[in-house]
């Protein structure tokens, strides 16, 4: 089976090694070491230097490339954004599409395949410091901005960077079994699937990407005040601003509205809580802003999957 992964000036090195190491030790631990076959392939011919300075040589390139691939990946980089399009390569993108099995992108990569229109649509995540840019550049992409990876029939799409791991161990499972898989998990000491908490995306992440300064102090202040009434009319007047324009101007810096920011940042000071105290469920849901602890608790089921208990469980570093 030949995996390819598209590359370019500046690539970032893991969204390349990281997948091709996955698949390698999943033919390995399945017995048939040579179950894949690897493409790197360029625009052009000759050598490619990722965005650490690592100088590699691609095997081939989109003109040369051969034609039995079976999962193309699209790779990302640091400056991805700053890329000028190219005729050629969004053509070559598009006759792929049609051709191989599988295709998908590993974090930045993403912005690569909306540019030839085969995310339009589509069900899609990518790295969240690009995910906001990405879906107010291309309004028909359904994005979600908090997933690991995103499978949308033969559509494949990753978060940022290590993501590209995750998303190479599913397509591992597919392709050799779940117990192949769990075997290299085990190996490259990773989750078999990143569980729900271990999600991409936080709310201090969130209240670095509003382009309003106006939006990223009232972000800063609401992490600084989650035991207050956080309603969206307390936060319009703490930003100043009339309650309409606040949540308009709100969801279109961060893509999404202020409940949910608020709820994830809660969220998150409940986890930092769970993972690095005792504290009772009771005082971890007062100090995070909660009513009660159902109510954390059904916030975590609904946006991580898991109980608080659970999570403590999986994640507290004095049982780890």
Known sequence: MRIAV???????????????DVFTEGARQSGQPDFYQFDLIALDEGPITASNGIVFQPSCTIATAPSDIDTLLVAGGPQIRDMEPQDRLTQWLVRQAGQVRRLGSVCSGALLLANA???????????????????????????????????????????????????????VEEDLGRETALKVARELVMFLKRPGGQSQFSAHLAAQTAERSAIRALQEWVLENLEQNLSVDRLAAQAGMSVRNFSRLFKSDTEMTPADFVESARIDAARRM?????????????????????????????????TPGDYRSRFQKEAA
């Open 6 to 20: 598209l590359v370019f000036p500046g690539v970032q090195m893991l969204d390349v090694s990281g997948p091709l």
């Open 117 to 171: 229109g085969l995310l339009d649509g589509r069900h899609v995540t990518t790295h969240w410091n690009i995910s906001a840019y990405l879906a107010r550049r291309f309004p028909k992409v359904n994005m979600e901005h908090d997933r690991i990876y995103i499978r949308d029939g033969s559509l494949y799409t990753s978060a940022g960077v290590s993501a590209g791991l995750d998303l190479a161990l599913a397509l």
């Open 274 to 306: 769970l993972e690095d105290s005792p504290t009772p469920l009771k005082r971890v849901a007062a100090r995070s802003g909660f009513h009660d602890p159902n109510s954390l608790r059904r916030a975590f089921v609904r946006r991580l999957g898991v």
